[in-house]
Structure formats: C-alpha cells, structure tokens
C-alpha cells in the first residue's frame, strides 16, 4: 500500500454507516521549463497532494476539500463536514455512488521527468530556427488518483505526459508547432522546432487581405481549437440541460467525414482510465459519419437527462462543469497536406486560431484571430503569407454537411483554447470559413 | 512561519542562488452556485503550502510543496536552486534584479464582516432566493455565483524581507438567461461573471441583488424579440463594466512589462508598444488617463505589498493620451531601467509570482451619462460583456455585449440585442471624446484573469465610468 491510500484509509475510518460519502486525493507532480528570447527563464516543480470530501446525508449534500497539510487530523475534517451538513440545501440532483464493481486498480510507481531532460528538448528546439527568437515550454506530468465511497468502491489510476510547445519569430512573423506524448521520451522535439522555425520564415512580410468568405485548409491547432469548443459548450451534457448545446442527437448536423472517438482506453492517450467518480471509461463513438451520438455524461447529467452515464466526470470540481471529453480523436482520411493545397483555386492556411470566444451558445458563432503561420493559397499553391484576420464564424455551420471537403491524413495531439492532451487530431480542408475584419479592423 | 521559509532560503542560498524568496500561504475559499432557485454547488477548501523561487543566471528556478517539514523544506530550497541551475543547458544573460526597500511589516484587508464567519445559509439563502424570483419571472435558467477568499500569505527574502498580509476577497453575481427560437440571451448584475472587490460579506450586501432580478428576468426575455443591432460606423458608449474590460484587454495587458521584453511570447503573446515609444506613444484622445494603482481601498488588486516584497503604489501609466508607464516587477523593471512597481503577483503558493494588472483604471471625467446620451445623435450604449477577444500584441479586439440600446438625437429609443464592436486600440481610444465623472467612477473586478505556464488566474481591478468612442465600427455579426 503506498502513502497516499494509508491517508485514505485514516479518513475512512472516520466515516459514521449512516451516510454517503466519496473520497478522492489527487497527487500531483509537475514540471514546466520555459524559455523566451531562445533561452529557460522560467523553471518550475510542484508536488501536490488534495483531498476531495463529498459526504450526502438525508438529502443533503457537503463538499470539502484541502491539500493534506490542511487537514490537522483525520477526525477533524470530517466532523467539520457532518457539523456543517444540517445547513446545507436540499441537493435535489444527487444521483448516488459508483458502485463497488466499477472498481478499478491503476495506480503504478512511474518517475518523473527530471529538469535537465526538459532542457535538453528545449535546446533541441531553440537551435531548429538559429537566428530567430525562440519561445515556449517543454512540460511533465505525473498525476496519481485514488477514490473510495461508502459503496466499496476503490479505484486508483496513474497519468503520465509530456508537452514541447514553442513559436519562433522574426521581425515580422511568427510560427508554432506543439507535441504531446504519455512520456518525455517519445517527444520529438527537433522535429517541432523544425516544423515552426519553417512557419516562421515562410511567413515573412505578410500582406493584407480583405476580409470576407474563404476556403480554408486548417492545420492541427486551428481543427483542435473547433473540436474543443463543441466539446465543451456543445456535447457537455450540462449545456444540453441549461438549453444551450447546440448539439442535435441523431441528426446529420455534421458533414459525413467527420468521425469523433473518444479514446481512453488506447495506450497513448493522455489521462486516467477512470473519470472522477471512480467509474472505468471506455471509447466511446461520440459523432459517426457526421450524426452526433452522445452527449458527455456525469452521473447528475445522466440521470437527469435519462441518458447512459458515459463516465466523463471532471476532476476536482465535483460535476459542476459537467462532463467533458478529454480523449477526443477525429477520425484521419487520406490527403496528405500537399493535395489539400493543389485543391484550392483560391484560399487561406492558417495554423493556429487565438482568443476564441463564444458570441451565442447555440448558434456556436465564436469569434477568434489567426497567428504562427497563415497563408494564401492562389490556384493550387501557397503564394503569400498573410497577416491578421478576425473571423466570426459559426463551428457547427463550419462542419456542417458539404463544408468538409477533405479530412488530413496525419493526425497529432494538438493545443487547444482549454489546454493540451486532449484531442488528436488531423488537418481540415473547409469550403467556406467567415472572416469579418483584417489588421485594420 | 517566517523562521520556516528562512530554513528553505538558506538551503537555496548555500546552494548557489544568487537571490531567493518564499511564501507560505495559508488559502482558504468559499464557492457557492444556485441554478434556478437551488443551489448547483456549495464547496470549501483549504490549501496551505510553500513556494519558494531561486534566481541563478538568466533563469528563475521555483519548486512548491504542501510538505513543510523541516526536511522537506531544506529540500525545497536545493530544489529551487538546482532547477534554476538546469536552465543552465540554454542560457541567456544574467538577469537583474532591482533593489526595493527590505522591510518587515504586516498588513490586513479592511473589512466588516469576514466572510467565513457569516453563515453558508444566510449566502445560500440570498442566492436561491435571487434565482427563484428570477425563474418565476420567467427566465429560463437564472443563476447567481458567490465566492469568497482568505489568503494569509508570509513572504521572507534572502534580503531580509518579513511581510505578512491577509488579503479577503469577496464578490458574485446573478444572471438571468432566456432561450428562444434557436438564440440565447442573458442579463448579469453587477456584471458578466460577477463584480469582485477585497472587502467582507458588506460587499456582497451593497449589490442588493433583490432590487435586480425583476430588471434582468424581464430584460432578458425582451432581448429574445429585440431587432439585432444595427451594423455600421457610429457612435459607441460603453457602460463601466464593459469599459472595465476594454480597459483590462487592450491596455492593462499590453502595459505588462513581461510582455514587453518577449516572456510571454509563446502564449499570451507581446505587446504592441515598445519600450524606446514610452513617453512619446499616442494611446488615445486627452481625455485618457489611466493609472495603475494597487492602494485604491476596496478595489479588487489592493493589497500593501506584492509577491517580490514591493510596497504597493500609484503608477501613472497614460497621461492625457501618451503612454507614460508600465507594469513591472523587479527583474523586468531591472532590464527596462524603470522603478519597480510592486506588480507581481501569484496564483497561490505553487506557482511563480508574475507580473500582473493592479487596479488598471480610467480616471473619471466631467459628463455625465445622460449628457454623453443627450448628445449622441446617432449611436449605441451598450451594456455588460457577453464575449470578448483581442489579437496578442493587443491591438485588433471585438467585443460582444449583453444589451444595446440606440441612440437617436440624444435619446435612447430602442432595445437591441446581439451587439458586437470592433477596433484597433490607438484609434479606439483616440476616438474617446466624452468621459463620465466620478459619479460614474466604480471599482470593477476581474476575477478570472488567465496567463503564464503553469496557467495562472489573476485578480484584476479596472476603475471605470462610461465613456463614448466616435467612428466605431458595431454590428459585426457571422
């Protein structure tokens, strides 16, 4: 038994029969190694260790947490619970305790990254655009989880990544790249630092378009940034329950080519096995040929709804955010990035979308800006680099059926406007993108 | 306390650090949620732990833990130190850090009423009741939020600082939003996403919510049938809280010093103004004055001294339309050959302190609203934030609002919904020709301010009353 599940224990010794009650530690390590003007200026580790107290009684229902140097004793944190209880609220949406046989074991002792293997992926970055400036991260992650309810549930679970992310510039460009891995020895961080430093140069000296309608080739970050925001606004159950997803179940909302998996049980993806009740997830066909199937469930949001739990609780907030997909995988098709360009008679690349923001729920009209890498495409090639536009566009009307011309054939763990490790994702060739202002306004 | 974080300095220093601090927090937070007359969410916790930073070289090593053993602290200390050395592998040139008074002092925010010992029930209470009345009003998801902070923070340097303060935070909010035929609309008081200020349980009495529900149950629903805004170049005014946040996105981001000098490149971005431009850079009309000042009693960046030990202060960042001044920290101060500005703040205990916003405020001016509306001929005012965006130098944004109302030959003749503006900053803020006076002037409150790696959420303060901008670009719609 390690010393995260004997701290468990003394907690559930205070435990009284009469209630419910769920608890959960997550024990954190993590490190980020950050460099700016092609150097580490900013280098930093953390050891966390928080604990999550949820105790329902006679309909009630009270949520405590503290990090472990918080707790002064066992006994305590609890009796400040059930002291506290009486003077909660009714919790009409309470929907029980994962059950015992949800029960999972995942815990395993892995290492962490050290700051020296960080820096060296920073090195291999920062020389790829020798003569640039250089700026970015090189991140790791080792996230242990273990919860535990009056059900008999004991599930544990063990997370590992690791993140290159970095921009190189010149005078007057910018361009990006991002990889994710479970391990730090799987990053390529060469190969990042190529495919930016290349952004950068070929976009030197952009010019001005005029704003309106375009065709658009998409490149990872930009696609990822899509998915996410209909993740999050759109399939979460709580939207579809405070009437603003724009999601339609069972409905050709989407063009045919797009394929949605939720993927946490595939060996590289990122993130727990288990969602934060406790619950095993399994991959789960989220939009097939272009008809949404599900939404993302919490146990709240699938009792309320009638729906099948799908096991995308989040971690460390209770259910208040809903459920949330954090394996999102868009199916890959087959055109590789050179055919995608000699397709377009007449439109735009653009690598990475910034500062995206809802205007209307439920129309998913977002409005957002492009950087690190933008281009127009003129009669089969990229002929110019091109400078700032402001888009207003609606993300379901931008994957609706027959807006998806072509679906890329390489696909990788992109960034995203809410964080990075959660989708992979390939490349989007759109026949119509709205663009509504240029760097003038 | 302090003897605890002098055990891990001295273990950073007889390492090799060059310069070392620490902090031990002691954060407590209180976070209640209703939805339509019940509560969604009720949650309390307590996080208490060290962060302690290390500057060897060109680089800041940091290390953070729960552990405030003795053990673990010695630990913690040649841990800072030697991540900081690791940086080591690509270096830069050796960074400077500014002197600032060493001082040993303590400081607690003013208040009447702590928060935490006002009982959960009678906060419930005000929210449940808030969202019910709304909901029977008619809205289909009424909702409130109340939060609540007590940070007991001990910082010591290597220097020989010795600083304790507590800093009590408290603000909310309620919002009322409607669903139509395929559209949302929503209404917030005070503001989108709640107003926050340092202060007790008295700031959460002066919103008095009871006396708004009814004005955003209805509102919300007439947005519903209101034609769309109007699209064209016109007149823009904007209420305090949407100026608030003009303010926080196109200026108190672009001032950041850190940007400045390229450290937040890769994420949050640059800026547009460069350094050899201060004191010469057009930012905006005269009437634009704007300082940053963290002794404002009350507003929500007020404390006495900052993560590096800084003493707060009033920094004059526009004067009368020219860029005058930046928000720094010592080592960023120490590149740029300013004075520190006390500006560097962290997000707890684990993370490293950073420069942030204080109160980045827009000092009054002599209208009033009515006179800005009276003598507007052909415009909008707009009110609350509903969506927000801006290019990373800061300079190209679109705002969406809650509610807009035309304008007409000095009277306000019509509700309108969806309205959007557009602009590029210098000529935005070169367009403002009518500025409300201290009538106006109120203490806006950012909460949720997000930037660095790790990310960080920062607590911003953005004094503001409204204002009137020419020649804005309204009505950009997808």
Redo the contacts between chains.
């Keep these: 038994m390690n010393i995260w599940k004997e701290v468990l224990g003394d907690l559930q010794k205070q435990i009284p029969n009469s209630v419910e009650c769920e608890l959960k530690m997550m024990h954190s390590k993590s490190a980020l190694t950050r460099f700016a003007n092609s150097h580490i200026h900013q280098n930093v580790d953390e050891e966390s260790a928080d604990v999550f107290l949820t105790i329902h009684k006679d309909g009630k229902t009270i949520s405590r947490s503290k990090n472990i140097t918080g707790i002064k004793s066992s006994k305590e944190f609890v009796k400040e619970a059930l002291d506290s209880i009486d003077e909660s609220p009714k919790d009409t949406t309470w929907a029980g305790l994962t059950s015992k046989s949800e029960s999972y074991e995942g815990f395993q002792e892995l290492h962490e990254a050290n700051p020296e293997e960080r820096a060296n992926l920073v090195r291999d970055f920062v020389k790829e655009g020798e003569g640039m400036n250089a700026a970015g991260y090189c991140s790791t992650y080792l996230n242990n989880f273990f919860i535990w309810n009056t059900n008999g549930l004991n599930s544990s679970d063990t997370s590992s990544s690791a993140f290159i992310d970095g921009i190189f510039r010149t005078d007057t460009s910018a361009g990006s790249s991002h990889r994710g891995a479970v391990n730090i020895n799987n990053l390529d961080a060469s190969q990042t630092g190529k495919e930016a430093a290349k952004l950068a140069v070929d976009s030197q000296n952009p010019i001005d378009i005029d704003p309106g309608k375009y065709e658009v080739i998409l490149g990872h970050e930009a696609v990822s940034t899509i998915l996410v925001f209909l993740s999050v606004y759109g399939l979460n159950a709580k939207s579809k329950i405070d009437g603003m997803s724009p999601i339609l179940l069972n409905e050709n909302q989407f063009d045919e080519k797009i394929n949605l998996i939720d993927t946490p049980e595939d060996s590289e993806s990122i993130g727990f096995k288990i969602d934060a009740s406790g619950a095993k997830k399994y991959n789960l066909e989220i939009i097939k040929n272009g008809v949404p199937s599900t939404y993302f469930h919490t146990r709240r949001t699938s009792k309320e709804l009638n729906m099948e739990n799908t096991h995308h609780e989040f971690f460390g907030v209770d259910d208040y955010f809903g459920g949330i997909g954090t394996n999102l995988n868009l199916d890959k098709g087959n055109v590789n990035h050179s055919d995608m360009i000699s397709s377009v008679k007449k439109g735009i690349y653009i690598n990475e979308f910034w500062y995206c923001r809802v205007l209307d729920p439920i129309t998913q009209v977002v409005t957002g800006l492009n950087r690190n890498g933008s281009f127009l495409i003129e009669n089969g090639k990229i002929t110019k680099p091109i400078g700032r536009l402001r888009f207003t566009q609606s993300f379901i009307k931008s994957l609706s059926p027959g807006n998806v011309i072509s679906v890329g054939d390489k696909s990788r763990y992109a960034d995203s406007e809410f964080g990075e490790g959660m989708l992979k994702v390939p490349k989007l060739h759109l026949k119509e993108f709205n663009f509504t202002g240029g760097v003038s306004g | 306390m302090f003897d605890l974080l002098n055990i891990a300095i001295d273990s950073a220093i007889s390492s090799g650090a060059k310069y070392s601090d620490a902090r031990i927090l ?1 954060s407590k937070s209180r976070n209640i ?1 209703a ?1 339509n007359g ?12 060290l962060g302690i930073r290390a500057l060897v070289g ?11 053993s003795r053990e673990s602290l010695i630990s913690s200390g040649k ?1 800072a130190f ?3 050395k ?7 040139k050796e ?1 400077p850090f500014a002197d600032v008074p060493v001082v040993q002092d303590e400081y607690t925010t003013p208040h009447e009423e702590n928060p935490f010992k006002v ?3 009678e906060q ?1 209470d005000l929210l ?1 009741n808030s969202t019910e009345q709304m909901k029977k009003l008619g809205s ?2 009424s909702s409130g939020r109340l939060d609540f902070w007590d940070t007991e923070k001990w910082f010591c340097s290597s220097q020989g600082h010795e600083i304790f303060q507590n800093i009590i935070e408290s603000g909310g909010g309620i919002s009322s ?1 409607s ?1 139509g035929d ?3 609309q929503i209404r917030s008081y005070p503001q989108s996403f709640g107003e926050y200020r340092t202060g007790g349980w008295e700031v959460i009495k002066s919103f008095e919510f009871g006396k708004h529900t009814q004005r955003l149950a209805e509102e919300s629903q007439r947005l519903l049938v209101a034609p769309q805004c109007p699209e064209g170049v016109m007149d823009l005014i904007l209420e305090g809280s949407q100026l608030a946040l003009q303010i926080h996105e196109s200026v108190g981001h672009a001032i950041e010093l850190d940007r400045i ?7 949050a ?1 640059t800026s547009h103004l460069e350094l050899d431009k201060l004191n010469k850079h057009r930012y905006g009309s005269e009437l634009m004055n704007i300082v940053a000042d963290a002794t404002l009693p009350g507003a929500l960046a007020t404390f006495k001294y900052d993560d590096e030990g800084t003493p707060a202060q009033r920094v004059e960042i526009v004067k009368e339309g020219i860029w005058t001044g930046v928000l720094s920290g010592r080592d960023s101060a120490a590149i740029a050959g300013v004075k520190p500005g006390g500006m560097v703040r962290a997000d707890g205990f ?3 302190p950073m420069v942030r916003m204080t109160n980045v405020g827009l000092l009054p001016g002599e209208s009033s609203l009515e006179e800005i509306i009276e003598s507007t001929d052909n415009g909008i005012y707009m009110e609350t934030n ?7 130098l800061r ?2 944004f ?1 705002f ?1 609002c809650e509610a807009g109302w035309v304008v007409k030959n000095g009277k306000i003749i019509d509700m309108v919904k ?1 309205p ?1 503006y ?3 900053t210098p ?1 935005f803020w070169g367009n403002m020709d009518m500025l409300a006076n201290e009538n106006e002037w109120v203490f806006w409150g950012t909460p949720n301010c997000g930037k660095g ?2 990310s960080q959420i920062g607590h911003t303060g953005h004094p503001a009353s409204p204002a009137r901008f020419k020649n804005t ?1 309204i009505g ?3």
């Excluded at chain 2, 060109?58 to 405030?68: A, C, E, R, V």
């Design positions: 002691v949620a939805k019940e509560v969604e969410n009720f949650n309390e916790s307590e996080k208490i732990g060109s680089s800041w090593g940091f290390y953070s833990t729960y552990d405030l841990k030697e991540i900081a690791a940086s080591a592998v690509v270096s830069g960074t009982s959960s029930t419930i449940v289909s998801r939003l669903v395929g559209e949302t000098l390229g450290w937040e490149a890769a994420y971005g684990s993370r490293l509903r969506s927000w965006s801006i290019d990373d300079l190209n679109q969406g969806n959007t557009t602009g590029i000529e790696q790790p670009r950009v719609r997808g």
